[in-house]
């Protein structure tokens, strides 16, 4: 039972995790608005944390279903692999199912006392895009701007939406704009996991927007898409503590800009190795170079997100305490 245990959790890619976490504390962060009182906040806090967490595992384990020859070839992705062979793909499917029957429930209990069928149809769109995205025949992450668009709205704009309008019907432009920061800073950061994953993809003539671009170009995008992004963060939460009389609290920025900077740096390291493997004869050593680099993207997801939530607990906050 422990080694089920421990390969159900391998094959729920738990470093991807933590970043849904983080959606969730900032669409509460957000959504939240004070008086607030435990007794009516604990439920829908306990039935929306569950239902983005499943839908995500979800969304990961139709990958591993559907991209498992593509991992085999990939030497970081073995224990990965090893985890779905001995879960068998059949077993890893009938999961899958429970879950979403799982997390369907858990929609129907917040629809009870919310009432909003737009919480529905966003559970919804996440699910279909989710499997959409990885299974056949629409594939979409074959499919570039498609495969765009789809990350962004499963990885960033539903789950965050979700939680938000989980807790407040009322429209806040402040919101709008940290949202579409992050929209920027979330592609900026799933680029280079489409950077690490280029070369199988391009001999799999899996056409994502790092093989349709290149590597150069894909490299640099990421480093624009998380500056625009950072910007746009800070500038929401600026305001938001401007206009609820909490200035002084705005210094706790720096640790946005600290971990962009800190980003930063390391996507222009990954741009230059992009120039020098365009530049070499012999690309096999650059390229294994390229990959080791862009495989650390899930840690610089986690860093940019948790910089993100700690300003979003710091909003909680003044809502508490203030």
């Known amino acids: ?61 139709v990958n591993n279903i559907f991209d498992h020859d593509l991992d085999c070839q990939d030497n970081r992705k073995k224990e990965l692999v090893l985890a779905v062979d001995r879960l068998g793909i059949d077993n890893l499917k009938l999961l899958v199912v429970v879950e979403f029957l799982l997390g369907f429930a858990f929609v129907f209990l917040i629809l009870i006392n919310h009432r909003s069928i737009a919480l529905l149809f966003m559970w919804i769109a996440g699910m279909f895009l989710g499997y959409a995205y990885s299974a056949p025949p629409l594939r979409l992450k074959s499919r570039s701007l498609l495969s765009l668009i789809t990350l962004l709205l499963v990885l960033c704009i539903l789950p965050l939406l ?61 480093i624009a ?59 096999n050593s650059k390229a294994e170079d390229i990959k080791e680099l862009a495989s650390h993207s899930p840690q610089w997801i986690i860093l940019a997100s948790q910089s993100a939530v700690f300003m979003s607990i710091i909003l909680l906050m003044t809502k508490i305490l203030l």
Request: hydrophobic content about 50%; aromatic content about 12%; proline content about 3%.
């Open 1 to 61: 039972m422990p080694k089920t245990i421990q390969l159900l959790v391998t094959v729920s890619r738990p470093a991807f995790l933590s970043a849904m976490a983080s959606w969730f504390t900032i669409g509460f962060s957000w959504g939240v608005e004070p008086p607030l009182r435990l007794t009516e906040l604990a439920t829908p806090t306990i039935l929306s944390l569950s239902v983005i967490m499943l839908s995500s595992i979800i969304g990961l384990q």
């Open 162 to 222: 979700f939680v938000f309008h989980t807790f407040t019907s009322r429209l806040d432009s402040l919101f709008f704009v940290f949202l579409v920061g992050q929209i920027s800073s979330v592609y900026g950061l799933i680029l280079p996991t489409e950077i690490r994953d280029f070369f199988e993809d391009r001999k799999s003539n899996i056409e994502t927007m790092t093989v349709r671009i290149g590597l150069v170009r894909a490299s640099f995008l990421s």
């Open 225 to 283: 898409l998380l500056a625009i992004g950072g910007f746009l963060t800070g500038a929401a939460f600026f305001l938001k503590l401007a206009y609820g009389r909490q200035s002084a609290l705005t210094v706790f920025l720096l640790t946005l800009a600290i971990a962009d900077c800190i980003i930063l740096r390391r996507l222009g390291r990954l741009h230059s190795l992009s120039l020098e493997y365009t530049s070499l004869k012999d690309k």
